[in-house]
């Protein structure tokens, strides 16, 4: 079984800039898509990134576009997401999530969950 365990959220001002890291354990990390999904206060996680087996194919949300970059190291087993130039808008938890060999950007798609991180920006 597949365990992530997300790290790097924190406070931070508009403007600025956070690394959040996933790493995951178990099963062969690069036969997992990986992506990160995002919930503010409400029932719904929101797609923010996801990155294919290989990490040459990226996909993002429009709202995240061009400030946010998702990769990933298949030798140290973690997924990344590199967020600048950050808005008051993006404070939410962030999420980790995984799915056997293709991407998907919809949360009922994926089975395999983090914990979160939270990722307050303050104006």
């Known amino acids: 079984q597949v365990q992530l365990v997300e790290s790097g959220g924190g406070l931070v001002q508009a403007g600025g800039s956070l690394r959040l890291s996933c790493v995951s354990s178990?099963?062969?990390?690069?036969?997992?898509?990986m992506a990160w999904f995002r919930q503010a206060p409400g029932p719904e996680r929101d797609f923010v990134a996801a990155?294919?087996?290989?990490?040459?194919?990226?996909y993002y949300a429009d709202s995240v576009k061009g400030r946010f970059t998702i990769s990933r190291d298949n030798a140290k087993n973690t997924v990344y997401l590199q967020m600048d130039s950050l808005r008051p808008e993006d404070t939410a938890v962030y999420y980790c999530?995984?799915?056997?060999?293709?991407?998907?950007?919809?949360?009922?798609?994926?089975?395999?969950w983090g914990q979160g991180t939270q990722v307050s920006v303050s104006s």
């Open positions: 990155v294919n087996l290989r990490g040459d194919t990226t």
């Open positions: 178990g099963r062969t990390f690069s036969d997992y898509a």
């Open positions: 999530a995984a799915r056997p060999y293709m991407t998907a950007q919809r949360e009922g798609q994926y089975a395999l």
